[in-house]
């Protein structure tokens, strides 16, 4: 299973972007999937993930600014990343696992990361 992330790039506060992650290989679409991020100097942090059979988790951070979606057609992941601020500066991985997750310790795949710049 690869999973392939994209959509990070500059932006300034209060603005929008979306991350996309492809899924390929024996990707299973009862598998959970999310996405972490990782500041500079800091650990990798749970930001949001979907199960089929489950729903939708969020860091409280970014409950009512971030949106998670799934399009099992296509084997990709969204996160939709609005009124963005400069905490949300990252790399962000998007990430698989059998179960619903909001740690590390249980995904199975990562993907690479895709670096989300805020400026003030």
């Known amino acids: 299973v690869q999973l392939q992330a994209s959509g990070g790039g500059m932006v300034q506060a209060g603005d929008s972007l979306r991350l996309s992650c492809q899924a390929s290989g024996r990707f299973h679409n009862s598998y959970a999937v999310g996405w972490f991020r990782q500041a500079p100097g800091k650990e990798r942090e749970f930001v949001a993930a979907t199960k089929w059979s489950y729903g939708t988790l969020y860091n409280d951070s970014v409950k009512g600014r971030f949106t998670i979606s799934r399009d099992t057609a296509k084997n990709t992941v969204y996160l939709q990343m609005n009124s963005l601020k400069p905490e949300d500066t990252a790399v962000y991985y998007c990430?698989?696992?059998?179960?619903?997750?909001?740690?590390?310790?249980?995904?199975?795949?990562w993907g690479q990361g895709t670096l989300v710049t805020v400026s003030s």
């Open positions: 990430a698989a696992a059998p179960a619903i997750f909001t740690t590390t310790t249980p995904i199975k795949y």
